[in-house]
């Protein structure tokens, strides 16, 4: 009887060790050959979609939105996806009803019907990203989300095409585990960053599995694509998977979208890279 109580308390004991264990190894960034993030070293503010106000004839992802961040000497956080012909535009969202009034998806337009479409009230056009990055050219670093609306990852090897070619500093990141993940097989030297948040508090889970969403949220996608840095919502900073990112596996942290000078402030410690908008950084 006593060496039966002895071996279930043992069981008992042993269990959330190695439950504990395997959490940590999920969570876990990549831990070695890390490439050298020199985004962390130089520039700490990255401006969200360029340095725009879409009151004004500088929206965002617009062109002229970049070479204000650029003037101002802020990194650029943008994001890419893919149109039905295959062009690489820089634009947020997966359809056009917001910025252009337009109810159709990005990947169902070509690009010369993309090309027609003003931003918001202004002239500006949704840019190629090949454009954007000849404006660039390495003045700052960037940070290039890819929006995948489904699981194929060709325009991760469209985009890396271009990138080849490209002098600047640069790190990529994306929400979809996917696009993260092609840069682990196929470019393991580029600085790859996933992103995550809480979405049942954000309630950001229309047509989404719960279980996907949890997982996302507590980063257990990072046994596959061991992330070089985490891109977390800055309203959850208290996340315990990020702050174990941060302060054991020490995995640069980025913050999104820090929207006031106080907000930046009062961050500081919990982060290390910050991606703002809407106020410019003193």
């Known amino acids: 009887m006593g060496k039966g109580i002895s071996k279930l308390f043992r069981k008992i004991l042993f269990a959330p060790v190695v439950t ?48 204000k961040a650029i003037d101002a000497g802020f990194g650029i956080e943008l994001d890419v996806q893919l ?3 295959e ?5 947020h969202d997966f359809d056009l009803k917001r910025i252009c009034n337009v109810d159709k998806k990005v990947k169902d337009l070509t690009y010369a019907e993309i090309s027609k479409l003003n931003i918001l009230d202004t002239d500006c056009k949704i840019p190629l990203f090949e454009d954007v990055l ?10 290039i989300e890819y929006k995948l609306p489904d699981f ?14 490209y002098n600047g500093s640069y790190c990529i990141e994306s929400f979809h585990p996917m696009a993260v993940f092609w840069y682990r097989i196929k470019r393991p030297e580029v600085v790859r960053g996933i992103l995550s948040s809480d979405y049942v508090a954000t309630g950001d889970v229309e047509g989404a599995s719960p ?3 949890s997982m996302s949220k507590n980063l257990l996608f990072n046994f596959i694509i061991r992330p070089d840095f985490v891109a977390y919502d800055c309203r959850f900073f208290t996340n ?15 913050a999104w979208t820090i929207k006031s000078q106080k907000e930046l402030e009062l ?16």
Do not use: W
């Not at 062009?87 to 634009?91: E, K, S």
């Open 83 to 85: 149109t039905k012909d």
């Open 87 to 91: 062009r690489v535009v820089v634009f």
């Open 152 to 165: 194929k990852t060709d325009i991760c090897e469209i985009v890396d095409g271009m990138l080849q070619y």
């Open 20 to 67: 504990g264990i395997g959490y940590l190894a999920a969570i876990m960034p990549r831990m070695f050959q890390r490439p050298t993030f020199e985004l962390i070293e130089k520039k700490r503010l990255y401006a969200h979609r360029g340095l725009y106000d879409n009151k004004t004839d500088a929206p965002e992802n617009s062109m002229k939105a970049f070479k």
């Open 267 to 282: 961050r500081q410690d919990d982060y290390d890279v910050f991606i703002f908008e809407g106020f410019i950084p003193e």
């Open 134 to 143: 000849e404006l660039v050219d390495g003045k700052v670093p960037l940070i």
């Open 240 to 254: 315990p998977s990020r702050q174990i990112c941060k302060k054991l596996f020490k995995a640069p942290s980025v």
């Open 211 to 213: 279980i996907v969403m």
